[in-house]
């Protein structure tokens, strides 16, 4: 039993696609089994097209069923489904897929399959970083001009494939998806864009839920859960103030766009600017989340803009004059390309 989870538009589905391709060629239509699960509208339907399924495979002898589910959780309560007919015994010799969109319906829902994954694995798709960028337009890293005139391209189309392929509609698309989950998971898009139009206003500086709530006229508890379903769906991460080695939760927090697509997407639905120095900050931000699992900003005498892992980093758009401690380095717009390539083979 595998998972596949990541925003909306990252390619999960031509992916299972081109699996379902490649397992038809090698194990033959009757094994393999697509369900799009979008269009389901209940457990209950659900569970007919597994019958369906698993009645098909009886019949015809598949000896091996690759069952691949896709959006598994727009279904609310498919793990029980799917768990009834795991605990049955009907896919003791099945391999199954399940993508979704959100961490909500899928990244939490293996605990509810203890001993029952076999060899299944975790996967996450997300937007191309900077390094993967490069080499998908066969750019050769050790060309500095070449790097530094990507990296801009980079910065206004971000890793997702349709802006990548300059598709008219790719800044719509990733907008009109995050509106679809806020559907989906029962909250307002009304409130959702009023709370990024005020998280917009103040990147990158640290910023309270409560400063927030105030400026769109909600509490700070439903800013949080509005927040953390940002979160839930790849669309922010959260950098914590780290003090004496901890992250410090209750303190004032960073909130960044996990690509540069998104960013522009909010900005653009929202009517806010771009802000060029918090676009970097959130650049190096991402590429040391998906690095180090976490990530920090410290303050004190003066701020460090990101702490995560080995590294602490000050982001100046010139050469500062102001000293900071050895261990900081300072990072130049222009020096980010290199950074980010190197950052990968970083251990």
Known sequence: ??????????????????LVRELLRRAGPDSVAYLDLDIVLSPAELKRAFEYVVGREARRGVKRLYLLLDEVTSVRGWWRVLKYYVDTGVLDRAVVVATGSSTVGLLKTPERFPGRRGLGRDVVVLPLDFPAYVEVHGVDPREPAAVAQLFEEYLETGGFPKAINRHPDAVD????????????????PQLLKDILGAVLEKIPSPMSYHAVA????????????YVEFLADIYAVGVAHLISGGKPQTRREKKIFFRDPLLYRAAALWTSRRVDEAALLEQVVQEHLLRKYGEVYYYRNKTEIDVVAGPYKIEMKSARSRRGYPRDVAVLRREEIPKFLLQLRGAS
């Open 1 to 18: 039993m595998n998972f596949v989870y990541g925003p909306r538009q990252t390619g999960k589905t031509t992916g299972l696609k081109l």
């Open 214 to 225: 105030q400026e769109v006229g909600v509490s700070h508890n439903t800013v949080r859960e």
């Open 173 to 188: 698309a990733v907008r009109d998806a995050a509106v679809s989950e806020t559907y989906r998971h029962g909250r307002s």
